[in-house]
């Protein structure tokens, strides 16, 4: 039962993922993958925040774990169209905003982690 409700969260996360990530780049455009990018920081501030509330304080039903954190969280982040955007940007001769995607990300998305995390002790 569990491997179904993780599909479940997968599902919801996938759908998710298509929905902030076509609403963001046809609000925003241009070449840079912003949809990509909002989708990596808001998952990681989530993942973050489950983490603390599930793992750490025990505030949500440690049955919440796979559907929301492996499922939802693990389909809802684009860890690889990351990559492959990143590199994307490169092939298309715009090195320097493969590099702001690529630190960008990563950078924000550790921010998104702490803030997420800081959220979720201070709810506790």
Same mark, same amino acid.
């Given at each position: 039962?569990?491997?179904?409700?993780?599909?479940?969260?997968?599902?919801?996360?996938?759908?998710?993922? @298509?929905?902030?990530?076509?609403?963001?780049?046809?609000?925003?455009?241009?070449?840079?993958?912003?949809?990509?990018?909002?989708?990596?920081?808001?998952?990681?501030?989530?993942?973050?925040?489950?983490?603390?509330?599930?793992?750490?304080?025990?505030?949500?039903?440690?049955?919440?774990?796979?559907?929301?954190?492996?499922?939802?969280?693990?389909?809802?982040?684009?860890?690889?169209?990351?990559?492959?955007?990143?590199?994307?940007?490169?092939?298309?001769?715009?090195?320097?905003?493969?590099?702001?995607?690529?630190?960008?990300?990563?950078?924000?998305?550790?921010?998104?982690?702490?803030?997420?995390?800081?959220?979720?002790? @201070?709810?506790?």
């Amino acid at each position: 039962m569990d491997l179904i409700w993780i599909g479940v969260g997968g599902a919801g996360g996938a759908i998710a993922r @298509y929905l902030v990530d076509t609403s963001v780049s046809s609000r925003v455009g241009g070449a840079f993958p912003f949809g990509t990018l909002v989708v990596n920081v808001s998952g990681s501030l989530i993942l973050g925040l489950l983490f603390a509330m599930v793992t750490e304080r025990a505030l949500l039903p440690s049955e919440l774990r796979g559907p929301a954190m492996i499922g939802f969280v693990g389909a809802y982040t684009t860890f690889s169209t990351l990559m492959l955007e990143t590199w994307r940007l490169v092939e298309d001769g715009a090195p320097a905003l493969a590099a702001a995607n690529a630190v960008g990300s990563v950078l924000l998305g550790l921010v998104a982690i702490v803030v997420g995390l800081t959220i979720g002790r @201070y709810l506790a």
